[in-house]
């Protein structure tokens, strides 16, 4: 597989086009694209990447992917081994600022929104006090077409770059996203997918080198460049992405059980590399995770 050109769906109708997806699980490839994307999950686990950055995914989460930033929702393992026609669902939105949307965007009245597009280049992640209203809009948006269908999205683009605070952004270090040509991202494709489906495994880096068919001396440096990061600080980060699931859903009797099931050889090493990777204890993240959803919803009229 490689890192595919997707072409959003065309329609002669809507400048801005939505994509609904009911599958058996989400996407299994690595893909770019011109247009900006702006996705609900509805239904369905995972983990995502976003040029280098990796974080786990579930119902309700609202996400802007960069205009030609690579990106794989990748599903659970779970869904892959007992595939249901429903299994995942998410809303898509794709819009061009600099296709024929130009020349509306180009107007002094939405310097708001073209200042934020401006923010949206290496992916950004909305926070959970805002999903309830970002999520109606984007569903009733689906419906519609034409005139309504530009009218309403304008309102929640409106919204999202006026009324929202706090943005995670989706970028691990400095700088733009590294620019991958085909060939890079068949190897990188590769790369992900290994990693994501064996992260329990003691993968070492000659076994990751083959994966790559280069040797582990040019492979470290390959890798570095493109993620600004080592292969094992991104090993690491998807491990304690699955973790993170793991708590969340109650999969696991306690921390030494997540730790052993996510490719942690000591309970000592994986608090170390969680507190890392996320900035706090792994009790501590369960903590402010069920906070965070006990929230009071934003209820701004839109």
């Not at 020349?103 to 309830?132: C, D």
């Not at 269908?149 to 700088?175: D, H, I, N, P, Y």
């Not at 094992?232 to 992405?241: C, H, P």
Request: glycine share 4%.
């Amino acid at each position: 597989m490689k890192i595919i050109q997707f072409t959003a769906p065309v329609s002669k109708d809507n400048s801005v086009v939505v994509q609904e997806d009911i599958l058996p699980y989400f996407y299994n490839y690595l893909h770019r694209h011109n247009e900006i994307q702006l996705t609900l999950i509805i239904k369905g686990e995972g983990t995502l990447i976003a040029g280098n950055y990796t974080q786990p995914f579930e119902p309700g989460d609202v996400y802007i992917i960069g205009a030609n930033q690579p990106h794989i929702f990748k599903g659970d393992a779970r869904y892959f081994k007992e595939p249901a026609t429903d299994n995942s669902q998410a809303i898509h939105i794709f819009f061009n600022p600099e296709g024929c949307l130009s020349p509306l965007f180009s107007l002094p009245e939405l310097e708001s929104v073209k200042k934020f597009i401006a923010l949206t280049e290496n992916g950004l992640q909305l926070p959970a006090r805002y999903t309830h209203i970002v999520s109606r809009e984007m569903k009733r948006i689906s419906k519609l077409s034409g005139f309504d269908r530009l009218f309403c999205f304008m309102k929640l683009l409106r919204f999202l770059a006026v009324q929202v605070e706090s943005w995670r952004c989706l970028a691990t270090g400095l700088g733009k996203f590294e620019v991958l040509m085909d060939t890079e991202g068949i190897r990188m494709n590769d790369v992900y997918e290994y990693t994501i489906e064996n992260y329990a495994e003691d993968i070492s880096l000659s076994k990751i080198a083959r994966i790559a068919n280069i040797t582990p001396y040019a492979f470290c440096k390959y890798f570095k460049k493109h993620t600004r990061k080592t292969y094992f600080n991104f090993l690491n980060e998807i491990r304690v992405t699955e973790a993170c699931k793991k708590m969340i859903r109650g999969d696991c009797d306690n921390i030494a059980h997540v730790a052993y099931t996510t490719g942690f050889n000591s309970i000592i090493t994986f608090n170390r590399v969680f507190k890392k990777t996320t900035g706090m204890s792994p009790s501590e993240y369960t903590r402010l995770y069920k906070c965070n959803r006990e929230l009071t919803p934003v209820s701004y009229p839109i």
